[in-house]
């Protein structure tokens, strides 16, 4: 598959177990805040998104809890699965001369322990 | 079934030989982006478009052309490529409105020896 990063922050957890991935962003301005699941050898895929104005959102076996003061961002998965393994992207919505644009984190690599 | 697709997959070319990477939806979908990623530096947007005829440069546009001439593609042009553009890209189309949400293609591996 394709290599999507050679330095990013690992998160290695056993299959079962839950994950917790985290972000902090940078522009308060923000109106969304997103997370990106991308595969080896795949474009990145929209999991879950949560609006400035909330704090938790919940999907299937995913919630997204951002914390406005601390400008912190997080994805929990439950009962991780050996198909959650992925680099998993932060990104912020933000609006630009009436135009949208996702800026993107770096990116956590996520592995599944057997 | 609903899908963005680039072409090619893969590409090996040499310095200032001009290339085109194409992109293509088939979702109806106004706003396309195109994102190059590289090692430690995330997803960086290239250019972007909200509509036919209608595109914006992104945070790295430098060596990089686009065209929306019709809703559906979205072509990358390198008129003269160079070897620190060398990377994976991708690109991506969203409803306008819905931007945060968009659906990827499967990536281009670019080599400039």
């Known amino acids: 598959g394709e290599s999507v990063g050679l330095h990013l922050p690992t998160l290695s957890v056993q299959e079962g177990d839950n994950s917790i991935i985290n972000c902090a962003y940078s522009?308060?301005?923000?109106?969304?805040f997103i997370w990106y699941k991308q595969e080896s050898g795949k474009g990145p895929q929209f999991i879950i998104d949560?609006?400035?104005?909330?704090d938790k959102r919940q999907g299937q076996r995913v919630t997204v809890l951002l914390n406005k003061t601390v400008k912190h961002l997080s994805l929990q998965i439950a009962a991780t699965q050996p198909g959650d393994s992925a680099v998993y992207f932060c990104?912020?919505?933000?609006?630009?001369?009436?135009?949208?644009?996702?800026?993107f984190g770096q990116g956590t690599r996520l592995t599944i322990n057997p | 079934e609903a899908q963005v697709t680039q072409n090619p997959r893969y590409l090996i070319t040499v310095t200032g030989k001009k290339l085109t990477v194409t992109c293509s939806q088939n979702?109806?979908?106004?706003?396309m982006s195109w994102y190059r990623q590289d090692p430690g530096l995330g997803l960086r947007q290239i250019y972007y478009?909200?509509?036919?005829?209608?595109?914006d440069k992104g945070d790295v546009p430098e060596g990089y052309k686009v065209s929306r001439k019709e809703k559906r593609n979205f072509p990358l042009i390198l008129e003269s490529p160079s070897p620190n553009q060398t990377s994976l890209y991708f690109c991506?189309?969203?409803?306008?409105?819905?931007?945060?949400?968009?659906?990827f293609g499967p990536g281009t591996r670019l080599t400039v020896t």
């Open positions: 522009n308060s301005a923000s109106d969304y």
């Open positions: 991506a189309s969203a409803r306008l409105g819905g931007a945060r949400e968009q659906y």
């Open positions: 949560i609006r400035s104005n909330m």
């Open positions: 979702m109806n979908h106004e706003y």
């Open positions: 990104a912020e919505n933000q609006i630009i001369q009436g135009a949208q644009k996702l800026v």
């Open positions: 478009s909200m509509n036919v005829e209608v595109t």
